[in-house]
């Protein structure tokens, strides 16, 4: 039984694995969302706790990665001073089971921690496949299809393209999907962000044909839509001229 706490601060890290004395789990604490990263890419958790602060970025933008990269498991729990009714309600819409505000109580916080892998051991599905239209994403083989046939991605790519589909109709930060890839925010002048949404648009061919379009929301982030017919392409329109014929990635870029 492996648990990952996502802590920044030394004391609270240490109240936690006390708590947990006993409890014959394993405990491993990361300081930040990007040592939590590269941590859960190398090993398989069944719990992962989460404060709403993290000095590199929020709990929340590090739960986006985990839904996107991990699918539903592992089971992911805030544990967080934030108790306002409007973060519990972000936090559980964004895919956490639980949430427990700090200060807890140890016997309270060990008992819905089992409850928690309990639920989680009777629910486990073995298949966390997103079907959405001609696509399939499946996080567990970390491949998305398009009817039928595999697309070549990138890790990076898979993490942009996997974010959206599970966030369909919805903008999704620049911060956010900047920290599913990179493990951090960019700097705002970095265009690496936009090449790699330019890249997904051509490999997955996300146009109206095959249902769907990618849309940059100015100063925000972006958006993949469903869309019905031919007519959205008609409607959708890129900020800027372009002149016909060949575009290079550098020029789509810097109209995203």
């Known amino acids: ?82 108790t306002l009714e409007a973060d519990i309600a972000a936090a559980l819409d964004a895919g956490a089971d639980e949430y427990i505000g700090k200060p807890f109580r140890e016997i309270e916080l060990m008992a819905r921690i089992n409850a928690l892998l309990r ?55 620049r911060d956010s999907l900047s920290t599913l890839a990179w493990g951090r925010t960019l700097d705002g002048t ?3 962000l936009d090449t790699h949404i330019y890249r997904l648009r051509q490999k997955l061919a996300l146009r109206p044909e095959n249902g769907f379009q990618l849309s940059a929301v100015y100063t925000h982030g972006y958006r993949l839509d469903m869309v019905d017919d031919f007519s959205t392409a008609e409607n959708f329109v890129v900020r800027g001229q372009v002149a016909r014929g060949a575009m290079t990635e550098g020029a789509a870029s810097a109209l995203l």
């Open 190 to 192: 970095s265009r690496s």
């Open 1 to 82: 039984m492996s648990i990952l706490l996502v802590e920044g601060d030394p004391g609270q890290a240490s109240a936690f694995e006390k708590a947990l004395r006993g409890s014959n789990r394993e405990i491993s604490v990361a300081c930040d969302s990007a040592r939590a990263v590269q941590f859960l890419r190398k090993k398989v958790v069944e719990l992962v706790v989460l404060d709403w602060r993290i000095p590199d970025a929020s709990g929340l933008n590090l739960l986006h990665w985990i839904r996107a990269n991990l699918g539903d498991a592992p089971v992911v729990l805030f544990l967080a001073a934030r």
């Open 119 to 173: 639920r989680s051991g009777r629910n486990k599905k073995a298949d966390n496949r997103v079907e959405v239209g001609a696509y399939v994403v499946n996080p567990l083989m970390r491949t998305i299809t398009l009817h039928g046939k595999n697309i070549d991605l990138t890790a990076k790519e898979f993490s942009l393209a996997s974010c959206l589909f599970n966030n369909l109709g919805n903008v999704v930060s």
